[in-house]
């Protein structure tokens, strides 16, 4: 995740927000020259040789070494919980499983990786100093994540009693939403859950991508929650671009 050191504007999150985002890439220098001149961000050394992006200063991601060339390049999203060990058990209850079991990051917290039924895979994040996102849903930050899917009821079933707060409460937040697999991509695509940043114009900023090395996967559409491209960077990544 990132140094000892909490940053302003952070804020505690409650179970089942999204509150942090990181990318496993091959090359971390690539990244952050893509990343930086597409979103504005900057960068600091963090815990375990990986980075921190800041925006004005504050946390808004984390780029990270891939070391195991097997695994897939990809931005994680990571939900907040006050305890990572219960809620990885109630994961595989509910037939989700576990990637990575719980463990310590430093001071900073408690992250582990999880699997839902259809294998789509995101993190979980105890957090001790550091709380995750100090700016959120605005550009250049994460702004929503898509859960696409084979079988959308039985995703609102599981994701609905793991965060039932987070997802259907009166406080929910407006920024989880769940689709087919095929209203965007081949229906054969693995399920898997995909991170939106933040744009002011999602159809120009197409133009910054490819002439940094990224490619387009799925042109500009509009969904119930904005206009959204799905692009790669240029290692591979994937993730959406979102204007609201």
């Not at 040789?49 to 004005?56: F, I, K, N, Y």
């Not at 060339?69 to 990572?84: E, K, S």
């Not at 700016?135 to 859960?147: A, N, V």
Request: glycine letters at 12%; a negative charge; one cysteine or more.
């Amino acid at each position: 995740m990132a140094e000892n050191r909490a940053s302003a504007g952070e804020e505690a999150y409650a179970e089942g927000v999204a509150c942090w985002v990181e990318a496993r890439l091959p090359d971390v220098e690539a990244g952050k020259r893509f990343y930086g001149e597409l979103f504005g961000w900057t960068f600091e050394e963090a815990y375990g040789g990986s980075v921190w992006a800041l925006r004005d200063k504050a946390p808004v991601a984390a780029l990270a070494y891939k070391a195991d060339g097997r695994m897939p390049t990809v931005w994680t999203v990571y939900f907040a919980t006050p305890d990572a060990e219960s809620l990885a058990v109630r994961v595989q209850m509910a037939g989700g499983q576990v990637v990575t079991a719980p463990l310590p990051v430093g001071d900073l917290g408690t992250a582990a990786l999880v699997a839902d039924p259809e294998g789509a895979v995101f993190g979980l994040w105890q957090a001790g100093d550091h709380q995750g996102f100090g700016r959120r849903h605005e550009p250049g930050t994460f702004i929503w994540t898509e859960l696409y899917t084979r079988d959308t009821e039985g995703a609102n079933n599981f994701y609905g009693g793991l965060f039932t707060d987070a997802l259907f409460g009166p406080d929910a937040e407006p920024d989880f939403g769940r689709a087919p697999v095929s209203d965007v991509f081949p229906a054969e695509m693995p399920p898997h859950l995909l991170v939106h940043f933040g744009v002011d114009d999602c159809d120009a900023v197409l133009g910054t991508v490819q002439s940094l090395g990224g490619r387009v996967q799925a042109p500009p559409f509009d969904a119930s929650y904005g206009r959204v491209a799905v692009v790669t960077d240029n290692q591979g990544a994937s993730f959406a671009l979102l204007q609201r």
